[in-house]
């Protein structure tokens, strides 16, 4: 299986992981109305419609250029979920709620103007190394804020948390290298265990937490 | 006398002195009186010792710091004491008493089994109490004039209960002797705002429904901030599931800014229902009650007489 192949796989399985949780978070959401629950819904259908828009990209000769949405999309979808949780106030997070939905669906925007966008440029894999990379600094964030959670009060819950968002960063991180080095596959698919490993340690938090 | 022992005019005329009598006594006892307390205290046993009444109760309206009605007993008088403090003092009495006061109308002689529910009755029969028949009395209070103390409007409701049923008169004579003692209290100045040393008896909180409505109706639900849902507890685990689906429904409108009245318009739930919705919703610690400027209220008090 190429280095390709393995990312499509990766793909799948986060999509259906985060498909899972979003289907229910939104039907514990439609029960309970907590706003916090919305907002993970949202992020966990972000991550599904980015990963999906790159996968497709990533397997047409079309330069849908998606990654950039996904990048950018998946950064802001985990900074919002780590926003959620620092505030526990209701305004604050129905506030937060319509800023996620306008800002994601203005990201469309990014989407639909890919193709537009240049394709090659010398410093393009420096900027998506960035890009990339900075989607591990909200997961960090996402950790620390469960570790802090942990020694407050020891619950499985936000243990399993931590340690997948920690996993999930590790494996966004360790990325960079792909884009600025020779391509380096080893570090790819390393990468992308890493994150099956964190969004299948989340889905077990959520079911088992 | 007749067969029923009632009816013969030497009865009524009896019962026409005896009405005499109670009421001369009232008004030389009433100048010595400073407070309606002594007032029902004599009241209630005059009506023991002359009219034939097992056991008299004098139960007053008072107004709480919120603004809520309840019913305090100010007289207990017996024939004899065998019937236990704690029987005559039980919620049931009071229930009545406020509802008797809701209504402003007089209970006419009733069997107790029509009147309580048939423990209750079961219990009273076993004191010998079969009868029972209620008065509610009023004041309109009077202004304060320059020098006077002012002089608070005043509702009770006077209890009797009988062993046997009382000859038809004595009703009508009770509550003559009682009308004249509350206008006498009012020309005596002893009107005054209840002190709570000044009377011995406990009270049961009753809460009439019309006028806690109208407190209830103007408070925001707010929902409770759960720091720990999604970062210590699992909020997937339906756990947090609210279970009842009226509260459910109501849950779902509380935003913090519409009162108990909005929420019944958009729910479409009238106030007992919202009220036990979200009686259920404090229980579970998923919203508190506060004020239009945001205070909290104490949600138990309000919600208290479900």
């Known amino acids: 299986m190429s280095a390709n192949e393995f990312a499509t796989v990766r793909a799948i399985i986060v999509i259906v992981i985060s498909l899972f949780i979003a289907l229910r978070a939104f039907q514990v959401y439609f029960q309970t109305r907590t706003t916090r629950l919305l907002v993970l819904g949202l992020t966990m259908v972000m991550i599904i419609l980015t990963t999906t828009a790159d996968v497709i990209g990533n397997n047409i000769t079309f330069h849908l250029n998606a990654y950039w949405y996904n990048y950018v999309g998946q950064t802001m979808s985990f900074a919002f979920f780590y926003f959620s949780l620092i505030n526990s106030s209701e305004k604050y997070l129905r506030n937060l709620v319509r800023w996620q939905i306008a800002l994601s669906a203005l990201l469309f925007i990014l989407l639909i103007e890919g193709p537009a966008l240049p394709h090659a440029f010398p410093t393009l894999g420096l900027l998506r190394a960035i890009f990339s990379s900075g989607r591990a600094l909200p997961c960090f964030l996402v950790c620390l804020y ?64 | 006398m007749n067969r029923s022992g ?133 004041s309109k209070g009077r202004t304060p004039s320059s020098g006077l103390a002012s002089f608070m409007p005043l509702e009770a409701v006077a209890l009797l209960f009988f062993n046997q049923p009382p000859h038809p008169e004595f009703p009508k004579s009770i509550g003559y002797v009682l009308r004249l003692a509350i206008q006498l209290a009012e020309t005596n100045g002893m009107l005054l705002p209840p002190s709570e040393a000044q009377s011995n008896a406990a009270g049961y909180r009753h809460q009439v429904a019309q006028k806690s409505a109208p407190a209830l109706a103007d408070l925001v639900p707010r929902r409770a901030e759960d720091t720990d849902l999604m970062t210590t507890s699992n909020p997937l685990s339906g756990h947090s599931v609210i279970a009842d689906k009226l509260a459910r429904r109501l849950y779902r409108e509380i935003d913090g800014r519409k009162n108990v009245q909005e929420l019944c318009d958009i729910t479409h739930l009238d106030l007992k229902e919202v009220r036990k919705a979200l009686r259920r919703l404090v229980d579970e610690r998923r919203i508190e009650l506060v004020d239009a400027a945001g205070q909290p209220e104490d949600s138990s008090l309000l919600l208290n007489d479900l």
């Open chain 1, 146 to 209: 469960y570790i802090a959670a942990f020694v407050k009060k020891e619950t499985r819950f936000s243990l399993l948390m931590g340690v997948g968002f920690v996993i999930i960063g590790l494996g966004y991180y360790m990325i960079f290298p792909r884009y600025v080095n020779p391509p380096s596959y080893d570090v790819q698919t390393a990468g992308d265990i890493l994150r099956i490993i964190g969004n299948a340690i989340l889905l077990v938090a959520m079911i088992w937490g």
């Open chain 2, 6 to 138: 009632y009816g013969d005019n030497s009865y009524q005329g009896n019962t026409g002195k005896l009405r005499m009598a109670v009421t001369t006594e009232l008004l030389r006892v009433v100048r010595d009186m400073r407070h309606a307390d002594e007032l029902f205290q004599w009241l209630s046993d005059a009506l023991v010792q002359h009219f034939g009444t097992q056991v008299v109760q004098f139960w007053v309206a008072q107004v709480d710091y919120q603004g809520q009605y309840f019913m305090k007993l100010q007289a207990l008088s017996s024939q004899d004491n065998t019937i236990p403090y704690r029987v005559a003092l039980s919620k049931p009495f009071a229930d009545l008493a406020g509802e008797i006061r809701s209504w402003q109308t007089e209970l006419p002689l009733s069997l107790v089994g029509n009147v309580f529910s048939s423990f209750q009755a079961s219990l009273l029969q076993r004191y010998g109490l079969y009868h029972c028949c209620a008065d509610y009395l009023s």
